[in-house]
């Protein structure tokens, strides 16, 4: 399932064209089924548009049922990582690769997250102002929790969509406006000054799995929607160049993460490495990461010495089997 009713629809159809040149088509046959507000469809060879079903969740081929045996989530934002998808499949007993809808709808509310994660006291969590539109709000009360700069991002969005960097009183409330005019609640964080990293996380049979985690160094102020897509504005190293000691904690923090919140299949985190103290800030989870060519968990894939095709039919047995 890709597309979805985000701006992030265009990146989710390359994820999906990604998986589906990589799985392994002498054991699957594979469906795209593009969700739009308007109509969930799949595509024929012949270009025919087939409407979902949504009843039971199936199409009709020429004159043939189709049901599925499992749904491979690539939908990044709403519907497919706010958990609302994961919830009408478990209402119809369907297995999909992601968490399910609690934990997808606790991280995408990126608030929230930092609140549970915070209560988990393995790692730092940067000093945070959260806004909901209608409620009031002023520039001094922001000012008396945070200090500048910080950044203003919407609090349930991804790829860097509505995000701004503020480095002044007169930027603020023009960010926090562009912010909500992608979600009606807000998310102002405090700027932690360092590199920024990021790792895969996965279980497959049982085992929790790490990925060789990505430094993230972007040309532009922050790793915004231009440097995450536009080739040469980011530069972005697989594995990380960090010392043992901090790979090995990146590693820990982010397992003990991924079973504390009750993550499945696979997920992205992100993490800050401040400069000054060399101390680890979680950032957020993304639990449907991108898998685009430029994506960065097909890269970690690699240099884990793993192949999309195993990797991805991996992900596949395993939410079968877990709803057998």
Not at 140 to 161: D, R, T, W, Y
Not at 177 to 182: D, I, L, P, Q, V
Not at 258 to 265: A, D, V
């Amino acid at each position: 399932m890709a597309g979805g009713y985000s701006g992030e629809h265009i990146i989710s159809i390359q994820s999906a064209k990604t998986i589906e040149k990589n799985l392994d088509p002498e054991l699957y046959n594979v469906y795209k089924i593009i969700v739009t507000r308007e109509d969930w469809t799949f595509e024929a060879n012949d270009g025919q548009r087939i409407s979902v079903d949504k009843n039971d969740f199936s199409i009709a081929v020429k004159g043939e049922k189709i049901k599925f045996d499992a749904v491979f989530i690539v939908i990044h934002g709403t519907p497919g990582e706010d958990g609302r998808i994961q919830g009408y499949l478990d209402m119809l007993q369907i297995p999909y690769t992601t968490c399910n809808s609690i934990v997808s709808a606790l991280t995408f509310n990126k608030s929230y997250c930092n609140k549970v994660v915070r209560d988990f006291k393995v790692v730092n969590i940067a000093n945070s102002v959260h806004l909901i539109k209608g409620e009031p709000y002023s520039v001094g009360a922001i000012l008396e929790q945070i200090k500048m700069p910080v950044f203003v991002k919407p609090n349930e969005s991804g790829s860097s969509i509505g995000v701004s960097k503020v480095k002044s009183v007169e930027e603020l409330l023009p960010a926090i406006e562009k912010a909500f005019g992608e979600d009606d609640q807000v998310l102002i964080e405090e700027y932690i000054e360092g590199r920024e990293l990021t790792i895969g996380v996965y279980k497959v049979n049982g085992y929790l799995h790490t990925l060789p985690a990505t430094e993230i160094i972007s040309k532009n102020k922050f790793f915004d929607y231009e440097a995450k897509y536009t080739p040469g504005i980011t530069n972005e190293v697989t594995p990380a160049q960090i010392d043992d000691n901090i790979r090995e904690q990146l590693e820990s923090k982010a397992s003990y993460i991924y079973r504390h919140l009750n993550c499945r299949g696979v997920v992205r985190m992100d993490f800050i490495l401040q400069k000054q103290t060399n101390k680890l800030f979680f950032l957020e989870v993304n639990t449907t990461p991108g898998q685009s060519e430029n994506s960065i968990l097909p890269q970690q894939v690699a240099a884990a010495g793993n192949n999309l095709k195993d990797f991805y039919g991996a992900l596949v047995e395993d939410c079968i089997k877990m709803q057998s």
